[in-house]
């Protein structure tokens, strides 16, 4: 099978974030929406940088381990053809979507994650503030797509696509897109919802590009008032390599450190975020939960 060239559209898609970028920030400053601080914006592009760096060494390894599965266990042989192109949306996107949920769902995830959420703004540069980390442990959740047939090539290429669409959506100036979008499709609506911290808005719309998983899989919550951006206990530091590396400190110190079973330790990687073993922590469940109580 001949493997078509497929360049690094992320590479390729920079330019297009700049100018964006800055197109985002005049209309913030014309219209004095406050939807920009400097500190946080550049600290956001400081990650994207240091993302787009790191990216290349993770790439270097994910795809070599695509490579191994694909060569000797694969199960089928998908061609490079519009149809494969089309399948390869849906099975990425269905792959990123657990991905994502895991990530709100089990700290040791959450500990490269929780880096996009970091800020407590919502533009176009807290799409850039990106993970340093997540490269080298988010692939697993694709291993089955090299295994089923997928060149690791196309699979790539289309983890590269996702990550431009959701670009976009990072963004208040767009309130709503037309009805029949917003029914199929990840929107800046949907997507504030992800990022706030709202109560009935925690952990919910892990979609990629499609919203339907969410609906599918009991993870919706539509855009009803204002979002507040940031963490449930938000960071104080614009230093990107706290940023970057913050809750790994604060996970194996918790691992480490805490007067309890082996079992129980292994478990601060395991639980969600803001899990105690002595039954302290709060999650994002109980706050919810409290929140519809409240409001029932």
Excluded: C
């Excluded at 696509?161 to 009805?179: G, R």
């Excluded at 009991?218 to 230093?239: C, D, T």
């Amino acid at each position: 099978m001949e493997i078509p060239e497929i360049p690094d559209l992320i590479l390729y898609a920079i330019p297009f974030f700049l100018v964006t970028l800055i197109i985002e920030i005049i209309v913030d400053v014309r219209e004095k929406a406050n939807a920009y601080e400097t500190k946080d914006a550049l600290t956001s592009i400081s990650m994207g940088l240091g993302n787009v760096f790191l990216g290349i060494l993770s790439k270097v390894f994910v795809f070599g381990v695509f490579i191994l599965i694909y060569n000797h266990v694969r199960l089928f042989t998908i061609p490079f053809s519009w149809w494969a192109w089309l399948l390869i949306l849906f099975v990425d996107d269905f792959a990123y979507y657990w991905f994502h949920r895991m990530s709100h769902e089990s700290r040791f995830f959450w500990a490269s994650h929780v880096v996009h959420h970091s800020s407590q703004k919502y533009n176009l540069s807290t799409a850039l503030r990106q993970t340093w980390t997540g490269g080298f442990l988010a692939f697993v959740f694709w291993l089955p797509l090299p295994l089923l047939g997928f060149h690791p090539a196309m699979i790539l290429a289309q983890m590269s696509i996702s990550l431009i669409y959701q670009y976009w959506i990072h963004t208040e100036f767009i309130k709503k897109m037309p009805n029949w979008f917003e029914a199929i499709f990840n929107t800046p609506s949907h997507h504030r919802v992800h990022h706030a911290t709202n109560p009935q808005y925690l952990d919910r719309n892990h979609a990629g590009i499609f919203i339907f998983w969410d609906k599918l899989f009991g993870s919706f919550q539509p855009e009803v008032e204002k979002p507040r951006y940031g963490l449930v206990k938000n960071i104080s530091s614009f230093n990107p390599l706290y940023v970057a590396f913050h809750e790994w400190i604060d996970m194996f110190s918790d691992v480490f450190s805490s007067k309890t079973s082996l079992l129980n330790r292994l478990k601060y990687l395991t639980k969600p975020p803001g899990w105690k073993h002595d039954g302290t922590g709060i999650l994002s469940d109980d706050i919810r939960k409290e929140w519809k109580d409240k409001n029932a």
